[in-house]
């Protein structure tokens, strides 16, 4: 373990406030590629024997310290830490039954998942409509909208091990008779502020609205993008298409995702995820597919490793894990790819580069998972998948971990090529960091003609919403679990904007699609060049300390191009 790790300054920053172990004075006791030692030494302690250590931890370190791939932030912060803190997953779902116990136990188990360092996904169909009688005291029910409020509130209480405060997914099904409460139930800013929100919706409902769009479910979903239109909420979760995609079926229907929409977990499941920088893998001005290939199958390893050695929150949750060993490997840096390559994103070339990427991907993922099962043994769960693990491949938003391994955000496009982003530090203050993206800037210096220029560095607000669309289901066609992507609109969409990309979505094999409107939220955490000074205006930034920084307080998900997704 040689190799220093290529962290930028910034990513260093952001390292010493969240990630960095400290003492109990709050001083950092590790470097950075101590940290990435630490993480290796852990995850390979999963391995047969002292030989196999040594030998995956120095591979897993070599592929982090090159940022060719990194796990999720709670294996990097919390690996190496004595039970019961060293819980690396980043993802969990919980069920809510209709009782009193029920809901009373999924927020204990929430609680104590998020003070692990996860987040948390409900479907909360189950619970009877505010209104409905309750036999057992001859009252009446709240609904289902009631109880998030009081599962948002334990989210204000509970902090994830001093270093974020936790998030949530609350999804309804769209024949629930709340739904409409639920739709609206964050129209007013400041209300369940640490849930993301999504109306599961089935086939049979999208074929009633495309049969006859005068009928109640056109005019439903029209209610559900008339809100999305002007709060960013609800997201759209397509339940049947979830469920094609289940690899374990016999283990029942997936109702529930993680708090960015892109695990589909039973309850009780955990999913550890990891990206691929695929930026990092230009060579001679070509795309590197056999360095994607070595790296997906020591990343695969690394994940599936990742599984023994976690110190879950609860025993039924390191029982569900274990039965079907979901990993969740992705990628970030579309973006930068693409613009080292010239490729436009909403171009023909860019989707066969997205479908080349991540077939391999998938493929060097699926034949590791085969070998591992040879090696390790095969769950008897697992065993007409002849592999490993239930999923293998997932793409998450990667929003802090893409800061450290200095690249875009997942398969987004760029936000803006010039932006300032806002950062909330523990002690309540913002820190502003304005930021240009290197490949435009070196695009410029090389003197490229102003039509390529024009037609390779667009952002978010440059892509069509279908061209959003149509690249999330093409990275789909290759993804065990789901998607996270945002399809960002212009200020000036319409409704029928949003209308449209439900549909398409749903054409194109989406599990789920989540759109924002730009300045549809009172406080955004991007702002473009052009709105600096508002950011500035809305900041109560002061000069961060000198010194010892602080930790970085997250809330519940950036609300901007990281918002959700599926």
């Avoid at 789901?482 to 979505?505: F, G, I, M, P």
Wanted: hydrophobic share 35%; aromatic share 6%.
């Amino acid at each position: 373990m040689i190799i220093k790790p290529a962290f930028s300054p910034s990513a260093k920053d952001i390292l010493r406030d969240r990630y960095l172990w400290r003492d109990e004075n709050r001083n950092p006791i590790e470097k950075p590629e101590q940290m990435l030692e630490r993480v290796a030494k852990h995850v390979a302690g999963a391995e047969s024997s002292l030989a196999m250590q040594y030998k995956w931890a120095d591979e897993f370190y070599d592929v982090m310290a090159k940022l060719l791939f990194l796990p999720n932030s709670p294996t990097l912060m919390n690996s190496g830490r004595p039970a019961p803190h060293g819980q690396l997953a980043a993802c969990f779902v919980i069920g809510v039954e209709d009782s009193m116990e029920g809901i009373c136990e999924a927020l204990r188990k929430q609680m104590l998942i998020h003070k692990s360092g996860g987040g948390t996904g409900f479907n909360f169909s189950k619970l009877r409509s505010e209104g409905a009688k309750v036999n057992s005291t001859n009252g009446r029910a709240s609904g289902p909208v009631s109880f998030m409020g009081l599962f948002d509130k334990a989210t204000e209480t509970v902090q994830q091990g001093g270093m974020r405060r936790g998030a949530n997914m609350g999804i309804l099904n769209i024949d629930h008779p709340d739904i409409r409460k639920f739709i609206h139930c964050k129209d007013k800013d400041g209300t369940i502020t640490n849930f993301n929100i999504s109306v599961g919706v089935f086939d049979d409902f999208m074929e009633k609205v495309n049969s006859d769009p005068r009928g109640e479910e056109a005019a439903l979903l029209a209610e559900i993008a008339d809100s999305a239109w002007r709060t960013g909420d609800p997201g759209i979760i397509f339940l049947d298409a979830i469920n094609r995609g289940n690899t374990t079926p016999n283990l029942g229907e997936l109702t529930s995702t993680n708090p960015c929409g892109e695990s589909p977990l039973y309850p009780n499941e955990a999913c550890n995820l990891g990206s691929i920088n695929i930026a990092k893998m230009v060579k001679e001005g070509a795309f590197d597919y056999e360095l994607l290939g070595e790296v997906s199958a020591v990343a695969t390893r690394f994940l599936d490793d990742v599984i023994d050695v976690n110190h879950y929150p609860l025993p039924e949750i390191a029982e569900a894990v274990k039965l079907t060993r979901k990993i969740g490997l992705g990628v970030m840096g579309w973006a930068d790819l693409l613009f080292q390559l010239r490729i436009p994103y909403d171009s023909k070339e860019a989707y066969e580069l997205a479908e080349n990427i991540m077939r391999t991907i998938q493929q060097r993922a699926h034949e590791t998972s085969v070998a591992l099962g040879k090696e390790k043994g095969i769950p008897e769960t697992l065993a007409h998948l002849g592999r490993r693990n239930a999923t293998l491949t997932c793409i998450a938003p990667t929003g802090t971990i893409a800061l450290l391994a200095n690249c875009s955000s997942g398969i987004e496009p760029l936000f803006a090529l010039e932006h300032t982003r806002v950062r909330t530090q523990t002690d309540g203050t913002k820190v502003i960091m304005k930021q240009v993206n290197r490949y435009y800037e070196q695009a410029q210096k090389e003197g490229l003609p102003e039509e390529v220029m024009k037609r390779v560095f667009v952002t978010s607000h440059d892509v069509s919403p279908s061209a959003h669309v149509r690249m999330q289901g093409v990275f789909q066609r290759y993804t065990d679990l789901a998607v996270s992507k945002t399809v960002n609109l212009r200020h000036e969409c319409s409704v029928q904007d949003v209308l449209d990309a439900y549909t398409l979505a749903w054409r194109e094999g989406c599990k789920g699609i989540t759109v924002y409107r730009d300045g549809s939220k009172s406080s955004q955490v991007l702002y473009r060049k052009e709105d600096e000074k508002k950011a500035e205006e809305e900041s109560t930034q002061k000069s961060a300390p000198k010194g010892e920084p602080v930790p970085v307080m997250a809330a519940a998900r950036p609300r901007f191009v990281l918002k959700r997704p599926q």
